[in-house]
């Protein structure tokens, strides 16, 4: 298996601009989370999906952020507009019952918004 | 709610000193999940154990071992005869079991640096 896949690696873009980042979950997970690492706050949960539904959205932090997950196998996380202080690391994780909740993460997305 | 602390910032060993690592844990359920990851520099999060709340076996794998006591709520992490290459962030993490709530939480995390 190949694992959690997110992409883009590294993302740099401008104040203001659409920023969208991509999550493969691994095969036959059926719970997806987005986390956000940055120094002050550490690592935070943002949204998390079980069987494609948002389940607790309570972590992403303002209307700019928004989450999808059309399929099982596909996620976005969009933030418009973007913000300087939206610059982290966005790791996107997936999860299986039936494997009593083993999480494995992604590479992460590291942002950077100028 | 879940809480994960963990008070140790930064720890600086010499290679080949055991280290261990503190974590505190606070939860209402009776039933859920302890872990802890490897963050190296490289920033990806390395999966290193899991325990569930019914098994207080300590856990051995190696170099690393596991230290899981309800009593108190803690869930050390020790690493024996420390290496360069063990120099990274560590995070101790919950997650509970109960109804719908499936999300890890995280301790701050601790930085050990093991200098040759």
């Known amino acids: 298996d190949a694992g959690v896949i997110q992409s883009p690696r590294h993302e740099v873009t401008e104040m203001g601009q659409e920023v969208t980042l991509r999550c493969k979950p691994i095969s036959g997970h059926d719970y997806l989370f987005w986390y956000r690492q940055t120094m002050m706050r550490g690592l935070e949960l943002l949204i998390y999906f079980n069987n494609n539904v948002p389940i607790d959205d309570s972590g992403m932090p303002e209307d700019r952020f928004s989450a999808k997950m059309p399929n099982a196998s596909f996620s976005t996380l969009k933030i418009q507009p973007s913000e300087p202080r939206d610059s982290a690391v966005y790791f996107c994780?997936?999860?299986?019952?039936?494997?009593?909740?083993?999480?494995?993460f992604g590479s992460g997305t590291r942002l950077t918004v100028v | 709610a879940q809480k994960v602390t963990q008070a140790q910032t930064e720890i600086s060993v010499v290679e080949k000193e055991d280290v261990t690592l503190d974590c505190v844990y606070e939860t209402r359920d009776t039933t859920y999940y302890l872990f802890w990851y490897k963050q190296p520099p490289s920033g990806e999060l390395v999966f290193l154990i899991r325990?569930?709340?019914?098994?207080?076996q300590n856990e051995i794998s190696g170099r690393y071992s596991w230290n899981f006591q309800k009593s108190t709520s803690s869930f050390n992490f020790t690493i024996t005869a420390s290496q360069v290459v063990d120099s990274a962030v560590y995070f101790c993490?919950?997650?509970?079991?109960?109804?719908?709530?499936?999300?890890?939480?995280f301790g701050s995390g601790t930085q050990l640096t093991v200098l040759p």
């Open positions: 325990r569930n709340s019914f098994d207080e």
């Open positions: 994780a997936s999860s299986s019952r039936q494997g009593s909740y083993g999480y494995t």
């Open positions: 993490a919950l997650s509970e079991a109960r109804g719908s709530a499936r999300q890890l939480t």
